[in-house]
């Protein structure tokens, strides 16, 4: 008998594991989800960052008199007043929209 109870002990252990190992990787892949979320956030500011310090570059090169082709990527960066959201309110960390 007490092999039998050896051997259900084992497989309690086991399944106890299991189940442990099973709450770890769901913790795992929410964590994994909420990093990815932050990382695609992060992307998208870097974006908007990079296209607000081009076109203050650019703003301030024409400033100084410098004469820019109207075909550059600087002309692309500009607000456009059809889109859905101004750049400057991207710039602005979650829940203080302009």
């Known amino acids: 008998m007490f092999e039998s ?53 650019r703003r301030e090169l024409v400033q100084e008199g410098v004469s820019l082709p109207t075909d550059s990527i600087y002309e692309k960066l500009r607000f456009d007043p059809t889109q859905e959201e101004h750049v400057y309110a991207k710039l602005q960390p979650p829940g203080n929209e302009i």
Do not use: F, H, M, P
Request: charged share 30%; proline share 0%; no cysteine.
């Open 5 to 57: 109870e050896a051997s259900g002990s084992r497989q309690s252990d086991l399944e106890t594991e299991n189940i442990q190992l099973k709450y770890k990787t769901k913790t795992l892949e929410r964590e994994n989800a909420e990093l990815r979320k932050q990382l695609l956030d992060v992307q998208s500011r870097l974006a908007v960052y990079e296209q607000v310090t081009a076109a203050t570059q």
